[in-house]
């Protein structure tokens, strides 16, 4: 598998929210090869990552990247990162769940949105929920939804989303959440 394909096809990324971003920054699917770009490292600035070796981050990357190539309409895992022409400085991931409800609907998940600590203050998080939302939509989501901290509220407010329920949660050993 070449390094340089893409984890989903990049003509689902709108162009008008590439527009947006500073000169000479993009907005790409996720590649194989951003294991040495930088993508962890943006990761770690949202949560602890985690020593993944580069056959780890192969295996996982070629597992969700196969749930996507089943044909028009089969995606689960759109991974976009921003890429400052050297190295990715931002990151966010648009899972997509089937539903029985809603003829048969599907619902995005936004996860894992994280910017490099030296490129925060461009609006690249605004920019990446914006891109996230597009692809979405693209995809054929009835809505997007989100977890945030109360901390985060405001931004994802900023953004266009709105407080619609309560997140819970229950945690399970940590060792074995890092073997799924």
Same mark, same amino acid.
């Given at each position: 598998?070449?390094?340089?394909?893409?984890?989903?096809?990049?003509?689902?990324?709108?162009?008008?929210?590439?527009?947006?971003?500073?000169?000479?920054?993009?907005?790409?699917?996720?590649?194989?090869?951003?294991?040495?770009? &930088?993508?962890?490292?943006?990761? @770690?600035?949202?949560?602890?990552?985690?020593?993944?070796?580069?056959?780890?981050?192969?295996?996982? *990357?070629?597992?969700?990247?196969? @749930?996507?190539?089943?044909?028009?309409?089969?995606?689960? *895992?759109?991974?976009?990162?921003?890429?400052?022409?050297?190295?990715?400085? &931002?990151? &966010?991931?648009?899972?997509?769940?089937?539903?029985?409800?809603?003829?048969?609907?599907?619902? &995005?998940?936004?996860?894992?949105?994280?910017?490099?600590?030296?490129?925060?203050?461009?609006?690249?998080?605004?920019?990446?929920?914006?891109?996230?939302?597009?692809?979405?939509?693209?995809?054929?989501?009835?809505?997007?939804?989100?977890?945030?901290?109360?901390?985060?509220?405001?931004? *994802?407010?900023?953004?266009? *989303?709105?407080?619609?329920?309560?997140?819970?949660?229950?945690?399970?050993?940590?060792? @074995?959440?890092?073997?799924?």
């Amino acid at each position: 598998m070449s390094s340089d394909t893409g984890l989903f096809p990049a003509s689902l990324i709108s162009a008008e929210m590439s527009s947006c971003l500073p000169a000479n920054y993009s907005l790409r699917p996720l590649q194989q090869s951003d294991f040495r770009t &930088g993508f962890l490292d943006v990761l @770690r600035v949202l949560t602890t990552v985690g020593d993944v070796t580069e056959d780890q981050w192969t295996e996982r *990357y070629e597992w969700m990247r196969s @749930r996507n190539m089943s044909g028009p309409g089969s995606g689960e *895992y759109f991974i976009l990162v921003i890429w400052d022409g050297a190295r990715v400085v &931002g990151a &966010g991931t648009l899972v997509v769940e089937r539903k029985f409800i809603h003829d048969l609907g599907l619902v &995005g998940h936004i996860e894992d949105i994280a910017v490099a600590k030296d490129q925060q203050g461009k609006k690249l998080g605004l920019r990446m929920i914006q891109a996230l939302d597009s692809l979405a939509d693209q995809v054929g989501c009835y809505k997007s939804i989100l977890d945030c901290s109360e901390a985060n509220e405001g931004f *994802y407010v900023k953004c266009g *989303y709105k407080r619609a329920g309560l997140q819970m949660a229950h945690y399970y050993d940590a060792a @074995r959440s890092s073997k799924v």
